[in-house]
């Protein structure tokens, strides 16, 4: 399961939508040669570990949550379906074998959720017989026929349906929606949407439409009978073994996966899609797409054979399965999930090649891969364990950053996950593994994904790559098929190391929050030595500890640099570094690996020093932060930020450009011919970006035409969206010509700015395009739309304004429409009204369209507060 990058965004925005509406109408690095031998480690002092967590009164929040105890275990499972748009329901047929795990028993309890049971039956040689059972709408008690033993199965038939619609579910931030099966524009209602029909199950929602053990510690073989409309493509687990004409405009096809897998993981697909065949070896690879971007399939999704070929020689072990295909599809409930061997994407991965110049979605394609061997081959045993399963698919985007564009990429996307890490849930610290909680979908988080691929990245660098890899191995060779916990990965990394390390498992997985550090550096002429005082400042009242670090220190001395191995087991320590004179550098944690936050009392010229000498794309941009916005800056500091602005990294480049003080006339003279290079001719968008914006902040109007000169013809959407920006300002009339010229594009990535332009305008000629616009965009698109039509529909002309007023309220009111859209669009309704309202003063024929959009005001609020119970202020 792939988190949807800007969920935090997103998710604020829903909200204030919804206000909108309601309110206003790392040993360390053992096997490097590059480790000094005659500098000991540090000891590791056990009777000061954790001492001040211990001591900390902290209670679990929630109850705590154990594996599934397993009764049954299902060998495989056989489902014969079909679909009914109308009504959204699933008819199904499910064929089930089972045995008794250990002890014998009578009885088995399937999750069934929302269905209509017709039978339940033994399947027998001698003719099926009914059996008795007991069902509450979301478990299926049934009552075999005898007892059975752990060396005999037996094979159910159930007849039922699924309603997925008529259940009450509720999602989680990763997972907006718990419905397991989804029908999407059913009835075709919505001209520019496609019908389709998928399925999401995790965690436990695949239950809503095929009866099973619906936890993953369980694993099933599975195949699927798909009867469709001959129409329609369908995608599921495994291989299609046939497909028959049914004579009478339907279709079955049988899917079939003979290899184990967990429940969640089964998955359904029907739509109108293309398939583009690829391939890994002799292994299928397909990618399915609308038609309208069958023509890009390759461009989106044409390094997975790389991918696969990585991370198969990366751990050792060869892609297992039968064929790796990919979909995207409509209105999807997260950002990606890794059903095994058809993995569903959410729509964002529709894009043409003009819209990938400013990035592709390698991260979300890589990362749900890398599942099929955590996730997939082997499963977390329970939900407590899931970020065995999610931090390693988050670790594997930075090793196919590493792979694809080298060491700055992969540090680049760590430093990120940091970022996003401590940014979302550093304020509420938990542990990795977490057995008490509320609900297992508040495990898909930033503590879960980002802080565990961060933790993945520094026993990386604490074991080595080679150790690091083979005990990967270790762990996916020995639990093959079957599940694993975090102790399973312990041992694994024990057993080829050969060390203990459950100080770095208790630490790191068993225990809330990150080490916070202050790091201050004194040089003794008398000593001949440097100290470096380090204190970990954490909060350890709530189960924080202090941390065992071991951290790589570089010394920089005499043209020389030396390194050494200290760890650091208390609260405060200082160490001592053989130095003759002051070193120009103490670079502490020199891999740059650990993930903490820290203050690192440096000097401007020690700065300085680490950009020029410090080989790490961290160190680099550590520097030039350090000098950000930063005035009257000396000149060895402020050759190193315009030296920054040519580095080989582009996010250095952009960092550079960014950070640096444009304050005096010298920096100016030397920065501007660097700016105006990057704009016309840096390959990466975003510096081009960061560089058109420096520029116009010069307030140089002959600089800034001459690079916008350049960025109109753009072939970048975010170049062009930022010229459009900077003209809307300087020159609203060719703001508004280039805008008229972009009328036709089809990417969402310009309707910020084309919006605000038309809306700004206010022409009658641009009400096609917000129309179109509202119908077509999907997310943060639909939010700059529905914004920008408030100032349109206030500035245009009455009757273009209740044109407007009518589709708004048609969305208000239209069904198929998320509800923050229909929400979003009534609370639009009502800023327009009360704009207008302050406007009658000055002009009494808006007083008909006052009343107008009050009338559509009552009717969405009568309509509304029926299924919702929301009143629209007036």
Not at 615 to 630: G, I
Not at 735 to 741: G, K, M, P, V, W
Request: charged content about 25%; glycine content about 4%; proline content about 4%.
């Amino acid at each position: 399961m792939k988190l949807i990058s800007n969920k935090t965004f997103l998710s604020l925005l829903l909200f204030s939508l919804l206000i909108i509406s309601l309110n206003s109408g790392c040993k360390i690095f053992r096997g490097r040669d590059y480790y000094p031998t005659d500098v000991p480690e540090i000891p590791y002092d056990s009777d000061s570990y954790n001492s001040e967590a211990e001591d900390a009164d902290v209670t679990p929040v929630g109850e705590y949550h154990a594996s599934h105890t397993i009764m049954n275990d299902i060998i495989s499972t056989k489902l014969e379906v079909s679909f009914d748009w109308e009504h959204q329901y699933m008819p199904g047929k499910a064929t089930i074998t089972l045995k008794p795990h250990f002890y014998p028993t009578d009885s088995l309890t399937l999750d069934a959720k929302g269905f209509d049971i017709y039978k339940v039956e033994m399947v027998s040689t001698a003719g099926n017989k009914l059996l008795q059972y007991v069902y509450d709408s979301l478990q299926l008690h049934i009552f075999l026929d005898k007892t059975y033993t752990r060396n005999e199965q037996y094979t159910l038939f159930i007849d039922y349906k699924a309603k997925p619609n008529e259940r009450a579910t509720e999602g989680s931030a990763a997972i907006t929606d718990a419905k397991g099966l989804y029908f999407i524009n059913p009835k075709g209602e919505e001209p520019n949407k496609p019908k389709q029909i998928w399925t999401q199950g995790e965690t436990e929602s695949n239950s809503a439409w095929y009866p099973t053990i619906d936890k993953p510690n369980m694993k099933t073989l599975i195949e699927i009978y798909m009867t469709v409309d001959t129409q329609y493509v369908t995608l599921s687990n495994g291989l299609m073994l046939d497909s028959k004409n049914n004579k009478n405009g339907t279709r079955t096809d049988h899917w079939k996966m003979d290899l184990p897998i967990a429940p969640y993981l089964v998955m359904m697909a029907v739509g109108d899609f293309i398939i583009t065949h690829d391939k890994w070896r002799n292994i299928p690879v397909d990618y399915y797409v609308e038609p309208e971007y069958s023509a890009y399939a390759k461009e989106i999704f044409g390094r997975t054979p790389e991918m696969i070929e990585c991370y198969s020689k990366l751990l050792g072990i060869d892609y297992v399965w039968p064929k790796y295909s990919q979909i995207i599809v409509r209105d999807f409930v997260s950002g990606a999930m890794e059903n095994t061997t058809a993995v569903v994407h959410y729509d964002a991965l529709n894009q043409t090649h003009r819209e990938m110049i400013d990035g592709n979605h390698d991260d979300i394609i890589c990362h749900e891969l890398f599942h099929h061997w955590f996730g997939d081959l082997v499963t977390c045993e329970s939900w407590s364990n899931i970020s065995l399963n999610e931090s390693f698919a988050d670790y594997s985007e930075a090793l196919w950053a590493e792979h694809k564009n080298g060491k700055d990429a992969h540090d680049l996307q760590v430093y990120n996950d940091k970022n996003t890490y401590l940014l979302a849930a550093a304020s509420n610290p938990v542990p990795l593994i977490r057995y008490h909680y509320e609900s297992q979908e508040d495990l898909f988080d930033a503590n879960s994904y980002q802080r565990g691929g961060c933790v993945l990245n520094m026993l990386r660098n604490y074991v080595g790559d080679e150790a690091f890899f083979k005990s990967l191995n270790v762990y996916l060779t020995e639990n093959k098929f079957g599940t694993g916990e975090v102790h399973t990965l312990r041992m694994a990394f024990e057993k080829v190391t050969g060390e203990d390390l459950n100080w770095f498992f208790n630490e790191y997985y068993l225990s809330p929050g990150h080490p916070s550090v202050t790091i201050n550096y004194t040089y003794s002429d008398e000593s001949n030595a440097e100290f470096v005082t380090i204190e970990q400042t954490q909060d350890t009242t709530t189960g924080t500890p202090i941390f065992r670090l071991p951290i790589d220190v570089d010394v920089y001395s005499g043209g020389e640099t030396k390194r050494y191995r200290v760890v650091m087991n208390k609260a405060r320590q200082t160490f001592s570094f053989p130095a003759y004179t002051k070193p120009d550098l103490i670079n502490v944690d020199a891999t740059k690996s650990i993930l903490w936050e820290k203050t690192d009392i440096k000097s401007d010229s020690e700065f300085v020093f680490q950009f020029k000498h410090a080989p790490l794309f961290m160190d680099r941009y550590e520097s030039v932060e350090h000098f950000q916005n930063e005035q009257d800056l000396d000149e060895p500091s402020r050759l190193a930020l315009i030296e920054a602005m040519n580095d080989q990294f582009w996010f250095i480049r952009k960092s550079a450009v960014e950070m640096i003080a444009l304050d005096d006339e010298k920096t100016i003279t030397q920065a501007k011919p660097i700016l105006v290079s990057l704009v016309k001719s840096d390959p990466n968008p975003h510096v081009r970006v960061a560089a058109l914006i420096k520029i116009n902040l010069l307030a140089n109007e002959s600089l800034t035409n001459e690079v916008l000169s350049y960025s109109v013809n753009d072939s970048s959407y975010s170049v062009i969206a930022t010229t459009l920006e900077i003209l809307k300002v300087r020159n609203p009339d060719k703001a508004y010509t280039l805008a008229l010229s972009l009328k036709n594009e089809s990417t969402n990535d310009l309707n910020y700015s084309l919006s605000t332009i038309f809306a700004d305008k206010g022409s009658v000629d641009d009400y096609s395009w917000f129309e179109d616009k509202l119908n077509t965009a999907n997310g943060y698109a639909i939010f700059s739309v529905l914004t920008a039509m408030k100032t349109y529909l206030v500035n245009t002309n009455s009757e273009t304004r209740m044109k407007g007023v009518d589709l708004l309220a048609v969305t208000a009111l239209n069904d198929s429409k998320d509800l923050w859209v229909k929400l979003s669009a009534s609370g639009v309704l009502s800023q327009i009204k009360n704009e207008l309202e302050l406007k009658r003063s000055e002009n009494r024929s808006l007083d008909n369209d006052i009343q107008y959009i009050q009338k559509k005001l009552d009717e969405i609020n009568e309509k509304q507060s029926d299924g919702f119970n929301i009143q629209i202020q007036k």
